[in-house]
């Protein structure tokens, strides 16, 4: 690539040299210089392009190439993926047996979410696995799951729970657009950290102890091991809005009614939640 654009470089050079040679002895030496110099300069810039076209080729190529790794994840988008029936997680592409399965619904008789990680690539340039996080224990854990058992989407937003500030914000395409206070685990029971993403939502009993809805995650408390489902984590309304700000339940994260509504609006299945100190 390098090579034939110094050659096509090197060729305008000498063409300039010659039609000034060829100047000298002109009887019009102003008209022709002009000429000379609009088809020197496109030679010089057929031979950039050329480059340019051939660099970004070989980029294309090289991230297309069959078991490349393309990141799913940017500042200001995600993915998400849903299973389309039986989907197998694998520890890896070449694994020969899946160590956990997963049907089109969960337990709960929600749509079945992953949130995705990376993409190792195929033929034609288009996935054949993503790596995706898992709803189970342990917290954070991740698989490989073949693309044509899932259906690809983006997601626009992410949630940051602020454990210290007893704070949940809401970014969407990298601008915050929520910023509520929220109620977290006790210290006997605490809200676990980490990255995780929303798997199921469910409309609740405003009047309920879950307020209006709750927005479940793939966060499993590490303490409450013998609860219903492994203990999972949600974000959810409250009843007793008086209690927000304070380190008082069993590992979920409480927002008011009203946070709640917007977050059913703006976050939906696969949204990436980060949990930190």
């Known amino acids: 690539m390098v090579t034939v654009f110094l050659i096509r470089l090197k060729a305008g050079f000498a063409l300039l040299r010659f039609l000034e040679m060829t100047i000298e002895r002109s009887v019009s030496p102003i008209s022709l210089l002009r000429t000379a110099t609009v088809v020197a300069l496109l030679v010089l810039a057929a031979g950039f392009t050329t480059s340019v076209q051939a660099s970004r080729a070989n980029r294309t190529a090289a991230a297309c190439a069959p078991g490349s790794v393309k990141s799913l994840i940017t500042g200001s988008k995600s993915y998400a993926v849903d299973a389309r029936g039986l989907v197998r997680a694998y520890r890896s592409p070449n694994a020969r047996r899946a160590f956990a399965r997963f049907g089109r619904l969960n337990m709960n008789e929600e749509p079945t979410v992953f949130a995705a990680v990376e993409a190792v690539m195929g033929e034609r340039c288009r996935a054949a696995w993503y790596r995706v996080q898992l709803p189970m224990k342990p917290n954070e854990v991740s698989g490989y799951v073949r693309a044509r058992s899932v259906n690809l989407r983006v997601v626009r937003g992410r949630i940051v729970v602020d454990l210290s500030a007893r704070k949940v914000a809401l970014y969407r395409r990298g601008k915050l657009v929520l910023s509520t206070r929220a109620?977290?685990?006790?210290?006997?029971?605490?809200?676990?950290?980490?990255?995780?993403?929303?798997?199921?939502?469910?409309?609740t009993d405003p009047e309920g102890p879950f307020g209006w809805a709750a927005i479940g995650i793939s966060a499993f408390s590490e303490v409450l091991t013998g609860w219903v489902q492994g203990g999972p984590v949600a974000i959810h309304g409250t009843n007793n809005p008086s209690l927000l700000g304070l380190r008082v339940s069993n590992g979920c994260i409480r927002v008011s009614n009203a946070a709640v509504r917007r977050l059913w609006r703006l976050a939906p299945t696969g949204t990436p939640v980060l949990i930190q100190p």
């Open 183 to 203: 109620a977290i685990g006790a210290p006997a029971t605490p809200t676990p950290l980490g990255s995780y993403y929303v798997n199921q939502r469910w409309l």
